[in-house]
């Protein structure tokens, strides 16, 4: 009957904070030697999030060989030139105020073939007798060999013998004839690269 009054509060409510949540995990990266490799993540959660990166689980950090971002949600690792020694378990730690998370992948190195020993470059043999001939290659799983012969493929047969085994090439080819003589070549592949190396042959008393 005489007045009134009345009073007021503001009453805000607030997200409840979120640990962090690998949205996308990193995944296997293979790399060729001497190329760059690239892990990247997507990680959620209430900011500020921190995220650290470990090889083996030996912290690495940016500089060197190494170059880390972490730009909004996405945390990305570069190997500027992958080595031998970099092949391993990489894993990103992804941490704020309330949790942290973490995830992991593997690297692995390909090596293109190379001939650690090669043919001789140059081979005289008899008419009508037999001779092998043998490389040696070294490089990353799983390497194809195929020889030719003046830019043929070669077959085996009763003829030739071919064979690759314990990283050894080997061609023996029987019986000479004078159209056995030419240039040979072995070629090596697998999924980092191709290298070849050849010999000549004379047949003698052709």
Do not use: M
């Amino acid at each position: 009957a005489v007045g009134t009054a009345s009073s007021s509060a503001k009453l805000t409510v607030s997200e409840p904070k979120k640990p962090p949540f690998f949205d996308k995990k990193l995944e296997p990266v293979g790399a060729v030697l001497g190329e760059s490799a690239d892990f990247e993540c997507l990680v959620s959660g209430t900011q500020p999030i921190k995220a650290l990166w470990t090889k083996d689980n030996k912290e690495i950090k940016t500089g060197g060989n190494y170059k880390i971002t972490h730009i909004g949600n996405t945390a990305h690792l570069r190997i500027i030139k992958v080595g031998k020694g970099d092949s391993g378990i990489y894993s990103c730690l992804a941490a704020n105020d309330v949790g942290k998370e973490s995830c992991s992948a593997e690297l692995s190195v390909k090596e293109p073939p190379k001939f650690v020993k090669k043919l001789e470059p140059s081979r005289i043999v008899a008419l009508a007798g037999s001779a092998h001939f043998d490389c040696k290659i070294s490089g990353s799983p799983e390497i194809r060999v195929v020889w030719y012969k003046n830019d043929t493929e070669l077959q085996p047969s009763e003829k030739l013998n071919l064979s690759f085994a314990d990283n050894v090439a080997l061609l023996e080819i029987n019986d000479f004839s004078p159209e056995d003589g030419g240039d040979y070549t072995c070629e090596a592949h697998n999924d980092a690269g191709s290298a070849s190396c050849s010999t000549s042959i004379t047949v003698k008393g052709a």
